[in-house]
């Protein structure tokens, strides 16, 4: 146990935290820690007895043991119990002192919480953190914002305990921006993983619906495609999963768990905040919206015994229709992680934050839940073109969709004609045919506004004039004989 001031202080020791502390203490940082429940904290330590930790009996104990300046990092609940830690904190710190939210904290909160620590005198970070349990205890990713004055005092510490990818060992860890563009980034970067998810599930789905294929032959499928484009942290656990039988039954374990998804928030988060930007994410959206209706399982299982659709099973080539999924799975993942990367800069503009989309990418290469092969891919998009828009619009992306959307196209197509739900493809197909479109219908739609709420609209022959109204109904009526 640490006799001498510690490098750092954490509070709340739930399992993210004491995994961040061994973390934290494996790369020679002493720590301090402190729990609302103190018995946990005498626990905790008498777990590990040998290393540089020390047990807070209160708040003011745990700043009395911090090196100056101190630097404490908050893993409790999001909301209002961080507000309420900061509170408990704030009189026993000094200024230039640092309190740090770990928690997937909404990134509104965030703005507010720097702007309100500062005022105190204080810095403040918010940093997002990915990898769940087995990150923080063997290298998350770490994606920190807030007060830029305060990275260079948790640098080594973070970039140290973060995972590391490359010949290099480069931390998946960097500064991100002023105020909440840490959480932000965080934020869209589960929203990302919902579509991941929701697409990995609508392959599954596809697989063993319409081709009758059984888990073990669908594990062997998975595990073929990590060795290629589609490698990720989300296909390799996705193929763990279908290799495990049920000790009970002996069926496979995927099989006998309900079919109703929960969620934590941040998908909705990432939804409003498009909406709220007017940025299309549909992708996102639509997996957000498929937990949703998972979760109806009563109406649903009632609804199976009275709505009718097409027989679900597929009676053409099984191998071409897998190697087609493949494809479909590739190209929707790029469109996918373009609406996320379209959300992030449209948010940077919004918000005054400098990103570095480049960067973002390396911090999601290693530790997080959406680390995968092609985020190299990514990066290198930004690094070629750090203004790209839109990364549809990178050589290599436009490359990979071109040569594979064929089959793309023919997934979506068989999955209606089956009656297999696949709202995440549909929707990143249906994205990708409407930014590559010049002209899309919406003139009528702007017709349609102008005739029942003169919202007014722009003419074709001089888009930079004034919006002009048009007397519809007048007009109608003339065409009609009753004006």
């Known amino acids: 146990m640490s006799t001498s001031p510690c490098d750092i202080g954490l509070i709340g020791l739930a399992v993210m935290g004491k995994n961040l502390v061994l973390n934290m203490e494996d790369h020679g940082y002493s720590v ?21 930790l020390y047990g807070a009996s209160s708040i003011e104990d745990l700043c009395a043991n911090l090196k100056s300046p101190r630097k404490i990092v908050l893993l409790v609940k999001a909301g209002q119990p961080v507000d309420d830690f900061i509170d408990l904190i704030a009189p026993h710190l000094d200024p230039n002192d640092i309190i ?14 720097t702007a309100e620590v500062e005022a105190r005198g204080l810095r403040f970070i918010g940093t997002g953190v990915s990898g769940g349990e087995e990150g923080a205890r063997l290298g998350p990713s770490i994606m920190p914002g807030g007060s830029e004055s305060a990275w260079g005092e948790v640098k080594d510490i973070f970039q140290a305990i973060a995972a590391k990818v490359g010949d290099e060992n480069e931390p998946c860890c960097d ?55 589609l490698e990720s942290y989300l296909i390799e656990i996705t193929r763990d999963i279908l290799a495990i039988e049920d000790e009970e039954t002996g069926n496979p374990l995927v099989e006998m768990i309900l079919d109703t998804a929960g969620q934590k928030g941040t998908g909705r988060w990432t939804s409003a905040s ?19 209706i998972s979760a109806q399982k009563t109406d649903r299982v009632a609804a199976s015994e009275l709505l009718k659709g097409p027989d679900s099973s597929y009676d053409g080539d099984a191998a071409e229709l897998v190697d087609a999924i493949e494809k479909a799975l590739y190209c929707s993942k790029i469109c996918s992680y373009a609406q996320g990367y379209a959300l992030i800069r449209a948010a940077a503009e919004e918000y005054n934050w400098d990103l570095d ?53 023919r997934v979506v197509s068989e999955a209606v004609k089956l009656g297999i739900p696949t709202p995440a493809f549909s929707s990143a197909l249906a994205y990708y045919d409407s930014y590559r479109r010049g002209s899309l219908p919406a003139n009528l739609l702007q017709a349609q506004r102008d005739y029942f709420g003169a919202h007014t609209y722009r003419r074709v022959d001089r888009p930079e004039a004034d919006p002009v109204h048009t007397d519809w109904v007048g007009i109608t009526r003339k065409l009609q004989g009753r004006g």
Not at 105 to 112: E, G, L, N, Q, W
Not at 279 to 289: C, D, F, M, N, W
Not at 389 to 396: I, M, V, W
């Open 274 to 292: 498009a909406l709220d930007l007017g940025i299309p994410a549909p992708t996102i959206v639509e997996a957000v919206l498929a937990r949703a």
């Open 100 to 113: 740090i939210d770990g928690g997937n904290s909404h990134f509104p909160d965030t703005i507010r919480r």
């Open 32 to 52: 301090a820690v402190f729990n609302r429940t103190t018995s946990k904290v005498d626990e905790f330590i008498e777990e590990n007895p040998d290393r540089q």
């Open 175 to 229: 500064w991100v921006g002023s105020d909440g563009a840490g959480h932000y980034v965080k934020m869209v970067h589960n929203g990302i993983e919902y579509g991941d998810m929701q697409l990995i599930c609508e392959a599954y789905f596809m697989m063993k619906n319409s081709l009758g294929m059984n888990a073990q032959q669908m594990h062997e499928v998975f595990a073929r495609w990590n060795e290629g484009a």
């Open 357 to 409: 989309y480049g960067s973002i990418a390396l911090m999601w290469r290693g530790g997080c839940i959406i680390r995968a092969r092609f985020l190299e891919r990514i990066r290198d998009a930004f690094a070629n073109a750090p203004d790209l828009n839109n990364l549809l619009l990178d050589p290599f992306f436009l490359k990979a969709i071109d040569e594979n959307q064929a089959a793309w196209r």
